[in-house]
Structure formats: structure tokens, C-alpha cells
């Protein structure tokens, strides 16, 4: 094989490489870091409800992410010691652009008092990029009725998070949801390492360059 070929083959490899250690860097756990971006379920707040949650009822609460992407939201609930029936529709909405990012569906009848409504949003979706925005909750009920439906609960302190409003069929509440909302962000330490690996790939990149340059002048010395 000529040895001009052989070089571009080379270079080939190493632009390969590069995008292959860029798609892997960008997709592991370890390069995020999570973090508590809004706690509103510290037992030092005065704690209220909201419901009793029926198929009419729609509740709203509204947060701005602070951190690249959420990670998890925690509600939580009070069934009454009872048996409940019916389904918990919970979405994760972009306020601005009013698009659905998420929907959890819950079947009540498996809520417990003694336990949050945790849920996972899946950060390696194509929406990586959620820093500054403001997004809500917005939790409706379905075959869901009174003497078989839960509520939430709230706190009522003043909130000293941005962008954090509760409404209820669009009447404005005092206080927030009791929750809890992670998100995540990029680790700058191993960012740091990710630009040295891409920094030393280029610069194997163009010493491989400048050597095929030089055996190909050398091979045409050669020929001459």
C-alpha cells in the first residue's frame, strides 16, 4: 500500500477515535455531579395540604433549574390510612415553550403516607441543556374521587427559591408543594480532563499529519 494512504488511513483512525472518547464522555455517570437544587420538605416548615385530589382537581407547581438538567423530583403524599383507587397523572412541562418533557402515571391504591412519590427523570434524553428555565409540575387525577383519593402536602413558608408559585385550579396558593427537586450538572474537574484528552488527541493528530507530509516529500525525492 502506498505509504500516502497509509497516512491518511492513520488520520482517519485517530478523527475516529476522537469522536468515539467524545460520545463516550458525554454519556457516563461520573461526569455529572447531583446536587439539591429546590428542598421544600425540611420538617422545620409549617406544613399544610392540597387536595382531597379528584379527576376535576389540577394542581401546578412552578420551579426555575438552576443546574444543566433535573435529575428527580420527591412529592408527598397523604392517603388516610386507606385504600384509595384511581390514577395520579404527573408531567414535567417546559413553562416557556409549553412542551412535555415528561409523564409519570401513579396508581394510588400503592401511595403511601410514609412514603414519597419519587420521580426519576431521565438526564441522557435530548433535553441536556435546562439551566435558566423555568418548568412545572402539573399533577390531575384520573378515576379519582372523594373517599378515595389522596392529597398533598405543602409548607407554608415564604419560598427563597426564583420562580417557585403554587396554583390550584388556577387560583393561586400560599406556600409551595412539600417536594424535593435534583438536578445535575457537568463535574468541571473531568470537563478539564475531557479538554486535555481532546487537546492530546490533536496534537497526535498533527504530528501524524506532518509525518505523512514528510514521507510522501521523501517518497517523491525517491522517485526523482
Known amino acids: 500500500m502506498d505509504t500516502t494512504k497509509k ?26 455531579a447531583e446536587t439539591t437544587m429546590i428542598d421544600l420538605a425540611s420538617d422545620m416548615f409549617e ?6 385530589i379528584t379527576k376535576e382537581t389540577v394542581i401546578i407547581q412552578t420551579f426555575l433549574c438552576t443546574e444543566n438538567m433535573i435529575n428527580g423530583i420527591a412529592l408527598y403524599p397523604s392517603n388516610y390510612g386507606r385504600l384509595n383507587e384511581g390514577e395520579l397523572n404527573i408531567q414535567l412541562v417546559d413553562q416557556k415553550s409549553d412542551t412535555l418533557l415528561k409523564m409519570w402515571e401513579y396508581d394510588v391504591s400503592k ?35 372523594e373517599g378515595t383519593t389522596l392529597t398533598l402536602y405543602k409548607n407554608m413558608s415564604n419560598s ?7 396554583w390550584v385550579d388556577g387560583i393561586a396558593q400560599d406556600g409551595n408543594l412539600k417536594c424535593k427537586i435534583n438536578g ?8 478539564m480532563v475531557q479538554i486535555l484528552i481532546y487537546l ?13 507530509i514528510s514521507i510522501s516529500r521523501r517518497n517523491r525525492e525517491i522517485k526523482i
Open 184 to 191: 445535575v450538572s457537568n463535574k468541571v474537574n473531568f470537563r
Open 47 to 52: 406544613v399544610d395540604s392540597v387536595g382531597l
Open 7 to 32: 497516512g491518511y488511513i492513520i488520520i482517519a483512525l485517530i478523527v475516529l477515535l476522537i469522536m468515539v472518547v467524545d460520545l463516550c464522555i458525554s454519556n457516563i455517570p461520573y461526569a455529572y
Open 111 to 145: 401511595i403511601s403516607s410514609d412514603q414519597a412519590i419519587i420521580l426519576m427523570y431521565d438526564f441522557y434524553d435530548k433535553y441536556d441543556d435546562m439551566k435558566g428555565r423555568t418548568y412545572k409540575i402539573i399533577i390531575s387525577g384520573e378515576n379519582l374521587g
Open 160 to 166: 427563597e427559591y426564583d420562580n417557585c408559585e403554587l
Open 200 to 212: 492530546y488527541l490533536l496534537i497526535v493528530l498533527e504530528v501524524a499529519w506532518k509525518l505523512c
